[in-house]
């Protein structure tokens, strides 16, 4: 079994700042990818921020210059350090993980359960 466990979500004031983790775990042969989507109530779930094992970044266009994403290939965790939080950030965070298993080669994602930001203002 593979899990993707979130933390570090909460509530902040309009600019201030949170940081968000994710581990992986399970019977992982190796990760292509990680990354944070969001989705807020109504609307559908979009990217946030992705790097691959190799450390290529993309970033969706609404968080460029205030969000940055990082990960650890050997504790298998990606982290968003989020800044400059405006009210329109507010949605459920949810961490995802392109990886193949010890039993399956093939390429699967895999989503955690998500943890709430709410950015007041």
């Known amino acids: 079994q593979v899990q993707l466990v979130e933390s570090g979500g909460g509530l902040v004031q309009a600019g201030g700042s949170l940081t968000l983790s994710c581990a992986a775990s399970?019977?992982?042969?190796?990760?292509?990818?990680m990354g944070w989507y969001r989705q807020a109530p109504g609307k559908q779930r979009e990217l946030v921020a992705t790097?691959?094992?190799?450390?290529?970044?993309n970033y969706a266009d609404f968080v460029k210059g205030r969000f940055t994403i990082s990960r650890d290939n050997a504790k298998n965790m990606v982290y968003l350090q989020m800044t400059s939080l405006k009210p329109e950030d507010t949605a459920v965070y949810y961490c995802?993980?392109?990886?193949?298993?010890?039993?399956?080669?093939?390429?699967?994602?895999?989503w955690g359960q998500g943890t709430q930001v709410t950015v007041s203002s």
């Open positions: 399970g019977s992982i042969f190796s990760i292509n990818a």
């Open positions: 790097v691959t094992s190799v450390g290529s970044l």
């Open positions: 995802n993980a392109v990886l193949q298993t010890k039993y399956d080669l093939t390429r699967r994602g895999y």
